[in-house]
């Protein structure tokens, strides 16, 4: 692939995703990081704050570009003439969903956008932004998760 896209809230990154998004960097020339806001979810971190962390965290990976991006992700792909979205797939739990979100791009790009799903590594089958964000909130242990970058902005966040 010439030119692909990752996309997610990334409330905040963590090392699940940093995990596909070097296993999807290997597989296209460019590789666009897009970090943008689900409707359905209230977030932690502003989108400001989400990009520039996962902008920090993956800055060591030549091929990546990081945008943030406002609305439908049919649309930004068209301007950039990308036509595929790359997403994780963890436990079957996110099967469902990751198929309306595959067929939901297909058709709003009348069939132009494929979405290729790569497997999570076992050790990151369980790991979510919202369980992270928990043990951040209750002091947990979170070396495992998310970079070290990233664990000072969550911890910094809920002392504020
Ligand atoms: N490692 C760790 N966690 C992972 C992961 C991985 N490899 N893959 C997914 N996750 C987790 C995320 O941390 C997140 O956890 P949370 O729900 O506990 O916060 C959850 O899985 C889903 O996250 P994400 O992959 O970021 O998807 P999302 O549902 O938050 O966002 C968008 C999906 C933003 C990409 C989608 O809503 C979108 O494209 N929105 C733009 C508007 C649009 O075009 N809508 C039409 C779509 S058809």
Same mark, same amino acid.
């Given at each position: 692939?010439?030119?692909?896209? @990752?996309?997610?809230?990334?409330?905040?990154?963590?090392?699940?995703? $940093?995990?596909?998004?070097?296993?999807?960097?290997?597989?296209?020339?460019?590789?666009?990081?897009?970090?943008?806001?689900?409707?359905?979810?209230?977030?932690?971190?502003?989108?400001?704050?989400?990009?520039?962390?996962?902008?920090?965290? +993956?800055?060591?990976?030549?091929?990546?570009?990081?945008?943030?991006?406002?609305?439908?992700?049919?649309?930004?792909?068209?301007?950039?003439?990308?036509?595929? $979205? $790359?997403?994780?797939?963890?436990?079957?739990?996110? @099967?469902?969903?990751?198929?309306?979100?595959?067929?939901?791009?297909?058709?709003?790009?009348?069939?132009?956008?494929?979405?290729?799903?790569?497997?999570?590594?076992?050790?990151? +089958?369980?790991?979510?932004?919202?369980?992270?964000?928990? +043990?951040?909130?209750?002091?947990?242990?979170?070396?495992?998760?998310?970079?070290?970058?990233?664990?000072?902005?969550?911890?910094?966040?809920?002392?504020?």
């Amino acid at each position: 692939m010439k030119l692909a896209l @990752y996309s997610g809230t990334f409330d905040p990154i963590t090392k699940g995703h $940093i995990e596909i998004i070097k296993r999807a960097s290997k597989m296209c020339d460019k590789l666009v990081v897009a970090v943008l806001n689900n409707s359905s979810k209230k977030t932690l971190f502003t989108l400001e704050e989400r990009k520039e962390m996962v902008e920090t965290v +993956l800055k060591d990976i030549k091929n990546i570009e990081v945008i943030e991006y406002t609305g439908l992700l049919a649309n930004y792909m068209k301007e950039i003439d990308c036509k595929y $979205i $790359i997403r994780g797939l963890r436990a079957v739990i996110d @099967y469902e969903y990751e198929l309306s979100l595959a067929y939901g791009n297909y058709d709003i790009s009348e069939g132009e956008i494929e979405t290729v799903f790569i497997p999570s590594s076992k050790e990151y +089958l369980y790991v979510s932004s919202s369980i992270v964000r928990e +043990l951040a909130l209750y002091n947990g242990k979170l070396d495992n998760y998310l970079d070290d970058y990233v664990i000072k902005k969550i911890k910094k966040r809920f002392e504020e």
